[in-house]
């Protein structure tokens, strides 16, 4: 395991799941997309949309796209300005 990154910080966080030990599965908030008080991640930095995170359950480090406010979104995914034609 690698050791939390000097970075981390308990008044940065963010609500992504862990791509490696997944400790979100069978936790009801967190499958409602909601803001769990168990499972979050430290939020070390950002550049633009793209979160670099670590996961204080396993420790993992990984880079998450959200895809907001930014032109760099990779996969077409479109969540904001969802407007009918009328
Ligand atoms: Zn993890
Ligand atoms: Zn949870």
């Given at each position: 395991?690698?050791?939390?990154?000097?970075?981390?910080?308990i008044g940065r966080r963010a609500w992504v799941t862990c791509p490696n030990c997944r400790d979100h599965r069978g936790c009801a908030p967190c499958e409602e997309r909601r803001r769990c008080?168990?499972?979050?991640?430290?939020?070390?930095?950002?550049?633009g949309s793209l979160?670099?995170?670590?996961?204080?359950t396993c420790t993992?480090?990984?880079d998450h796209e959200t895809?907001?406010?930014a032109t760099r979104a990779r996969r077409h995914?479109?969540?904001?300005g969802r407007r009918r034609p009328d």
């Open positions: 395991m690698l050791p939390l990154d000097p970075q981390a910080d008080t168990d499972h979050w991640r430290y939020l070390l930095s950002n550049t979160l670099h995170l670590q996961c204080p993992h480090v990984w895809g907001f406010g995914r479109t969540v904001t």
